[in-house]
């Protein structure tokens, strides 16, 4: 596995520090380190809560009586491994959390999820939004930005890549009807949560959440920091102004940060981002995020690339008959498409 620097799209991401990038000058020369290291007995476990330029604010004693933020650097050993928002770990050191204080991971437990994007199709080198989450909240504005189904699926297609149950959350409904474009997603089995003019649906969301780690993800401007605001009172993410010409949003909430939902679970925000590449996953998992389309096509020719020229494709024929929507059919081939490029 590979790993990048972060780009310009992709400040939350900060598998790398320092000293991946600079060469340091080694005065004791090429000796090779002692093989022999410690056990770390006295390490505590610690959910990394954000990441900043190799620092990393990681929660000690979660729900116990000594819960507290603790700043931790990453051990050497660690140095060519992302550490990332949700990440369970373990650090010794100064973990008291006092002022000045600096504790150090020095394990990162194994994952039970991983969701990643590259930066574009053709890029097998991913990037990890964050680990261990349960589920995706994907936000879609009804209107500024316009809803782009073709994200949707994108979102869709990295989530059950990933192991992690989606959620839909429909915002700005006081600008335009959401049914239009929801019809997309009807026939799939996704739990939607739809604003109510100015209000987002607290009432049906907060249930959703409690008990699970819910990674909110959303093209920039659809109102997500908003959301969360209104989800974890008090966090003071950074809103945004949508841009009247563009329907872009600034980018605003810079890094992916990991907060508690005072009726349960925890929400991860993540920065805004305008594309979600998918050269990481295996084309043969696409069709799962098609789970309509997926049952029809059960019915295709042996090994059906269900692109508009294969011949006997049970999908085409559903379009040709009307049993399914075209631009489903199209939203898929699109991907196979683009994906198997
Ligand atoms: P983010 O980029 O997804 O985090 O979006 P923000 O939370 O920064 O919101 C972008 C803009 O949309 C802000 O000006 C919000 O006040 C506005 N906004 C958020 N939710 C709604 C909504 O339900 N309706 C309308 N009309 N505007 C909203
Ligand atoms: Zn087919």
Redesign the pocket.
Known sequence: MSWLPPDEDDEGFEAWDESDVHVRPNPKGNKPRSKQRPEHVDAVDARVLSVDRGRYTVLVDEDGPEERTVTATRARELRKQAIVTGDRVDVVGDSTGDEGSLARIVRISPRVTLLRRSADDSDQIERIIVANADQLLI?I?AA?PEPRPRLVDRYLVAAYDAGVAPLIVI?????ADPEPFLANFAALDIPIFR?AQ?A?PLAELEPALAGHTTVAV??????????VNALVPGTD??????NATTGR?RH??SSTVSLRVPTGGWIIDTP?IRSFGLGHVNPDNILKAFSDLAVVAADCPRGCTHLPDAPDCELNAAVADGRLPAARVDSLQRLLTTLAG
């Open positions: 936000v504005a500024n915002t700005k409904t006081d600008l604003s100015d987002f959303g093209h920039s401007g659809v109102g997500k920091s908003t959301l993410r950074a809103v945004g102004v949508v949003g605003t909430s805004g």
